[in-house]
């Protein structure tokens, strides 16, 4: 039995030493598989966020059209309202964040939307006035034929500063 021992000479050692390795490597493998997975969930439930936000925040400034913006209303470029910018303007396009102060954008009256830790936001700037085709309204009449038109940008922030900006053009009589 002596001689079998010395014959030996440590294989199985070796061997139990390399599959070790070789599993200690598939496992930090798995684990490194499951951090990239986990950061991924995290990004999109952020990016969902941001974008739920940012629809809360374009229903609000909607509304906001609707009830509140009238013909005395000033797009001066405070409070959230902004003159149209166009091609060529210094300040175009006007949602940029170098082309406004980031107090120049108006805070969105909306339902707190659960992680999110920045209010949206939301601006209005005021595009052309048309006449409907085919209207024919009298002076007397509380009917009008003119549709003003807004361009609503709103932006809303998820759980890791990502940012989603969503435009609409509203029209309203």
């Not at 005395?72 to 003159?83: A, C, K, R």
């Not at 910018?85 to 102060?101: H, M, Q, R």
């Not at 034929?145 to 009589?173: D, E, H, P, W």
């Amino acid at each position: 039995m002596n001689k079998f021992h010395k014959k030996q000479n440590g294989v199985a050692l070796t061997i139990c030493l390399i599959l070790l390795t070789v599993s200690t490597w598939i496992g930090l493998a798995s684990i490194n598989s499951t951090i990239l997975q986990e950061k991924m969930a995290g990004n999109i439930r952020s990016k969902h966020l941001s974008f739920e936000a940012a629809e809360a925040a374009l229903r609000d400034a909607e509304n906001y059209v609707r009830t509140v913006i009238g013909p005395s209303s000033i797009f001066d470029g405070t409070n959230g309202l902004f003159p149209h910018s166009i091609l060529g303007d210094t300040n175009f396009p006007i949602w940029e964040g170098t082309n406004i102060a980031a107090s120049a954008w108006r805070n969105a009256n909306t339902i707190d939307i659960n992680g999110t830790t920045t209010t949206p936001q939301f601006i209005i700037e005021e595009l052309d006035q048309t006449t409907m085709p085919g209207c024919l309204s009298e002076p007397s009449s509380p009917f009008t034929c003119t549709l003003n038109y807004y361009r609503i940008t709103v932006k809303g922030v998820g759980l890791n500063n990502n940012t989603t900006l969503i435009q609409a053009t509203y029209s309203k009589k």
